[in-house]
């Protein structure tokens, strides 16, 4: 049997911040509002989805002390791919030198959990050590003229190394999700830009991450008291703190970032995930409780025993 751990982290933004001021500046808002409704203070806005993901998958090497050529394979989350053909996976794998198979992953917010159980299957079926990345440009594909959606896009990348272990390793349960009759509440049509109901996907949002949590907590055989991090998907602070307050887990075991990088799509998780490990709040042992949920509608969480 062959489990995982995760050895290496990295992270990368856009040099480029945009405050709520800036964004009053040409929208119909203010940083009250944006503050009062989502939680979101600013966001970082630039850059290309490889190029973001080159410079965290970079950083995570460097921190797991290990060279591009010892990573067997690259899952890339995404969901504002560089182009349609190819992936964007590829230029990143060239672009760091890792030697076997690139994919990328569109689960919209849920792609970081989504890639974690893939790269969690390929290590289980024989691979070695696995980058997975969350990489976005949402601002790509945003209407920065529309204040319903581009007051809360962030773009961003995290990454991680993913290494094999003997046994059972940390990944003690997880789920994946979906149900495409619900499509039209987050999308984006080739050439368009991104459309968000946003009141429906607000409300779905939090009864299925509590959903999908629940299930992940009770299939590891732990109660919210066990876990020592929530670490969600930072789509407004209001949805975390409504699954919080449902979930029994209290706000100050949460990992919270969306103040300064707004909703970064599948990079969240990995940016929260950074954050909360390099301010020392992950150690030896913690259960870790990784949450998301977005556009198919897609949601899915896992547990993680940190360490080993
Ligand atoms: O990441 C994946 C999934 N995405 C999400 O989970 C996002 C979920 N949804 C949300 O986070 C929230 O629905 C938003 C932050 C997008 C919007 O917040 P809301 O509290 O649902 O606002 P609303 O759309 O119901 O609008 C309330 C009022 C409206 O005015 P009236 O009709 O009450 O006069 C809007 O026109 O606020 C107005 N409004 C704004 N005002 C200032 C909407 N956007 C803005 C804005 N600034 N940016």
């Known amino acids: ?34 503050v009062e409704r989502t939680g979101i203070r600013e966001r970082h806005i630039g850059g290309t989805t490889s190029g973001l993901a080159i410079e965290a998958g970079q950083a995570a090497l460097d921190c797991a ?6 990573i067997d394979h690259l899952v890339l989350a995404t969901t504002t791919p560089d182009g349609i053909v190819p992936g964007t996976a590829p230029s990143v794998q060239h672009a760091l030198g890792i030697k076997g198979g690139a994919f990328d992953i569109n689960a919209a917010c849920s792609g970081f959990v989504y890639g974690l159980v893939t790269a969690a299957g390929l290590i289980a079926a024989g691979s070695g050590p696995i980058m997975l990345i969350g990489s976005e440009t949402l601002s790509n594909i945003t209407d920065m003229n529309d204040r319903a959606i581009a007051i809360i896009v962030g773009d961003g990348a995290g990454a991680v190394i993913i290494e094999p272990v003997d046994g059972a390793g940390g990944l003690l349960s997880w789920n994946l999700n979906s149900d495409g009759s619900l499509r039209h509440l987050l999308k984006c049509e080739h050439g ?105 509608m897609t949601w899915a969480s896992a547990v993680l025993r940190w360490g080993g």
């Open 192 to 296: 368009g830009t991104l459309f968000m109901d946003g009141k429906e996907v607000f409300r779905k949002a939090v009864r299925v991450v509590v959903e999908s949590a629940e299930r992940a907590m009770a299939d590891a055989g732990l109660g919210p008291d066990d876990i020592s991090l929530l670490v969600p998907h930072q789509a407004n602070l209001r949805i975390i703190q409504a699954a919080c307050q449902r979930l029994g887990i209290p706000e100050e075991r949460t990992a919270v970032v969306i103040d300064r990088y707004g909703n970064t799509s599948s990079a969240s998780i990995p940016l929260a995930l950074h954050d909360a490990i390099v301010g020392g709040r992950v150690h030896d042992g913690d259960h870790l409780l990784l949450t998301g949920f977005g556009g198919g």
């Open 65 to 70: 002390g290990r060279t591009a050529a010892e």
């Open 1 to 34: 049997m062959r489990g995982i751990r995760i050895s290496g982290w990295g992270i990368a933004v856009p040099d480029k911040v945009v405050t709520n001021d800036d964004m009053a500046l040409n929208l119909d808002t203010s940083d009250a509002w944006i």
